[in-house]
């Protein structure tokens, strides 16, 4: 039932995201002047629908996304420079075109999407994925806000480690050593002052200072009830994990990547920091990962696909399709640890829906057709063909026929299918966990 639960939240999450996706190209199109004809969240067979003064609006089965249809995107032949020929993408232009230019009403040709200038083109389509930019912050700078996020860990301990583990397990058993801290005194509430007679003032100063020194004793200064206490310590040498900007390095075959480090034991305490400004912070690294991915998109894709077919391991950095997200929200929702209640749960599904909407953004900004991203650079070219024009002292050019680029627009939302199914099958025989 908790799985349920964690699908239901992220489902209507989703779909509201969507839905104010849409609002973000209606909106827009409306105000300047463009008919607006549909407005649906979901594809496929219509659950319901009401006609307003010109626009219908409703919901389809299918909530794998939505749409708007705006009247008029792309110009009849009689304003550019139409496709001759009789071949079968001559025919998906021409059709293309026809469809567009029957949807227009008669008397209402000012208000084709295409009669629009090209910078009023571009605001209509960035609309959708400005909105999940804004949400992806919203969501983000909410929950950090709220809940708080880690600030920089401080020199008290908070806890001392009973032994040296291996790398890959936290847990004491018999025969691990003693941890050089327990060996040493160090008791949870000491604040470290100074490493060998010398003042250390953050966390990473000391930790880099010991790290480097495996084997070696070293005077510890630290702050005990008041009093300033003279311990020594001779950290152990040990393997860890190599972690960068709070994740653990991966090599090529992704298996985490470790270090020699000298080790003494101790865990510092993380205060919990409220501010506004973690959430834009987190939204450009979200940001940055994203477009990452984005770029790497085929590579990442055919990673899954070997996964998939048993040839190599599925990282717990991999491309996931909505089953896939869906999944891992299941698992939160029903994760059963101490200290990880509901609010906690709340949150990480909320922050999940964050990266879900700053990767529609990112996604959704790739310039190709059908995507956004391709119809804003079909409005910008518009815009350098105008501007060149000018220059020259010539008339005004024709609009940018959007209906050459259908044959490409095809071809991209092929891939686009054959991606998800690869997505689709991965999440199912070989998911990625996180618990």
Known sequence: MAEVVGWLVLVVGLLVSVALHELGHMLPAKRFGVRVSEYFVGFGPKLWSRQGKETEYGIKAIPLGGYVRLVGMIPPAERVKPVKGTGRIAQLIAD???????????????????????????????????VNLVLGVLLFTGVLFVMGSAGEPTLTVTNVSECVTPVDRVECEAGDPQAPAAAAGLEAGDVITAVDGTAVATWDEFTSYVSARPGEDIALTVERDGEATELTVTPALTERYVVEDGAVVLDDAGDPVTHEVGFVGIAPEVPTVHELGTGLEYTGYVLGATADAVMHLPSKVYDVALAAAGVQERTTDSLMSVVGVGRVAGEISAADVDGYGIGAKVADMLMILGSLNIALFAFNMIPLVPLDGGHIASAVWQGIKNGWARLRGLPRPAPVDVARMMPLAYGVFALLLVMGAILIYADIVVPVSVV
């Open 96 to 130: 293309t075109r026809e469809a567009s230019v029957e949807e227009i009403p008669e008397g209402e040709d000012h208000r084709a999407f295409y009669h629009l200038t090209w910078w009023r083109k571009a605001i209509v389509m960035f609309g959708g994925p400005a």
